[in-house]
């Protein structure tokens, strides 16, 4: 079974810039999360899709970031302008609940760093 | 109350020793408690995961403890192995919430050989 895919691996741009991240789920997954990691901590829920439709978005910083999930499978993320403080590791993972669990499985991640 | 925190923030242990890392949260939603680990340029991988109604689940070497009352679980790493040298995260969801998870901060563990 082929994993959660993230594409690039590295960013490097300047702030004010804009970015975006891919990320191909695992088939028949129909969860769908963003993280951000910053170095030294835990991943931070962006945004949760179900299906192409959003679960929870409270922690997404609205007036710069954006994301979608078309016809339920690939999804985007995307910052625009980018500031100093968004350097961190964009992490991409995918689930399908079975009953009361609900594994997930992350990408290898985008790292971001803004110059 | 929404937040997981972990303790130690780092752990040295000697081969063959038993590494200890602990969590502690608020939100009695919580439901659902997995165990991440995570090495260096990877991606966090599930290792093991609890629901509040058992007290302890054991799967090879790794053992979760798990106090409701108490709002705190452990994990409990046996016969510690360099291979096991990663950073450790608990997390917690809620499944009525949709799994949204929140995790620990972290805690990273180097086993000496």
């Known amino acids: 079974e082929a994993g959660v895919a993230q594409s690039p691996r590295y960013k490097i741009i300047e702030k004010r810039q804009s970015v975006a991240f891919w990320c191909n789920p695992i088939?028949?997954?129909?969860?769908l999360y963003w993280y951000q990691q910053i170095l030294g901590q835990g991943p931070k829920l962006l945004i949760q899709?179900?299906?192409?439709?959003?679960?929870?978005d409270s922690q997404l910083p609205k007036d710069r970031f954006s994301a979608e999930r078309l016809k339920g499978v690939d999804s985007t993320l995307k910052i625009q302008p980018a500031k100093l403080e968004d350097s961190a590791v964009y992490l991409c993972?995918?689930?399908?609940?079975?009953?009361?669990?609900?594994?997930?499985?992350f990408g290898p991640g985008t790292r971001l760093t803004v110059l | 109350q929404q937040q997981v925190k972990q303790s130690p923030q780092s752990l040295i242990v000697q081969k063959g020793g038993i590494s200890i890392i602990n969590c502690a949260y608020e939100?009695?939603?919580?439901?659902?408690f997995p165990w991440y680990q995570q090495f260096p340029g990877k991606g966090p991988a599930l290792l093991i995961a609890?629901?509040?109604?058992?007290s302890e689940k054991k799967e090879g070497r790794f053992t979760i403890s798990f106090n409701k009352s108490a709002k705190q679980f452990s994990l409990h790493i046996m016969d510690s192995q360099p291979g096991d040298s990663a950073t450790y995260f608990c997390?917690?969801?809620?499944?009525?919430?949709?799994?949204?998870?929140?995790f620990g901060a972290g805690t990273r563990l180097f086993v000496k050989a």
């Open positions: 993972a995918s689930s399908f609940v079975i009953g009361t669990k609900n594994e997930q499985f």
């Open positions: 088939s028949g997954h129909a969860t």
């Open positions: 899709f179900q299906n192409n439709g959003v679960v929870d």
């Open positions: 939100n009695t939603a919580f439901d659902y």
């Open positions: 609890i629901r509040p109604d058992v």
């Open positions: 997390a917690a969801s809620n499944s009525a919430g949709g799994f949204k998870t929140i």
